[in-house]
C-alpha cells in the first residue's frame, strides 16, 4: 500500500482587494510561502488583508503554528490580518 502525498497548497491572490484564496493542504511550507504573500500585499499599501481558508483540506501544526505567527507580526504592526474561517 502506498500512502498518497497531501494536495498541494495554492494561492488565487486578489491585489486589489488585498485578499488571498488558499486551498490543498497547508503545511509549514505553504504557510511560508502564505506570510510573503500576505507581507508583499501590505507592503503594496493594504492596512487590511484577508486571508480566505475555506477551501483548504487540511493543516499541519506547523503550518497553523507559522499562520498564527504571521497574525502577530501584522498585529505588531498596527494592520489586521483576517483569517476565514478563524484558526482555532
Do not use: I, N, W, Y
Not at 502506498?2 to 509549514?28: F, K, Q
Not at 483540506?57 to 505588531?76: N, S
Amino acid at each position: 500500500m502506498t500512502t498518497r502525498p497531501a494536495p498541494a497548497m495554492h494561492e488565487v491572490v486578489d491585489v486589489r482587494r488585498g485578499s488571498v484564496r488558499v486551498s490543498g493542504h497547508l503545511t509549514s511550507q505553504g504557510a511560508d510561502l502564505l506570510r510573503g504573500t500576505v507581507e508583499s500585499l501590505f507592503r503594496g499599501g493594504h492596512r487590511r488583508v484577508l486571508v480566505d481558508l475555506g477551501d483548504v483540506r487540511g493543516t499541519d501544526p506547523a503550518g497553523v503554528h507559522v499562520l498564527r505567527d504571521v497574525e502577530r507580526v501584522v498585529a505588531a504592526r498596527g494592520a489586521e490580518l483576517v483569517v476565514r474561517p478563524p484558526l482555532d
